[in-house]
């Protein structure tokens, strides 16, 4: 199955679905498991910003929990987490 690039400029989820397993989430798993992602400019910035390194991001995806889910959004599904 093929997706297109998980777009990680915002891992973006409705607080029912945050307390059941996300699809949402299992996506960018899937994805980064893949190597199917790309950072745009401003994720880059955002995550420099608050001092977070991209591979810590990546490698901190299998401790995630989705705080909101989004899977309507407007550039494509998305969650933010907490880990």
């Known amino acids: 199955m ?3 690039p998980l777009n990680m400029a915002l891992c973006v989820i409705d607080k029912a679905t945050a307390l059941a397993e996300s699809r949402t989430l299992d ?10 992602v790309r950072i745009s400019e401003h ?7 608050d001092d977070i390194l991209v ?3 990546i490698d901190g995806i299998v401790y995630a929990a989705v705080i909101e889910d ?3 959004f407007g550039k494509g599904p998305a ?5």
């Open 43 to 49: 994720g880059y910035d955002e995550l420099a910003e």
């Open 2 to 4: 093929s997706h297109a």
């Open 27 to 36: 996506l960018i798993r899937q994805l980064i498991a893949a190597g199917d």
């Open 55 to 57: 591979r810590d991001l």
């Open 79 to 83: 969650c933010w987490c907490s880990s």
């Open 70 to 72: 989004y899977p309507g």
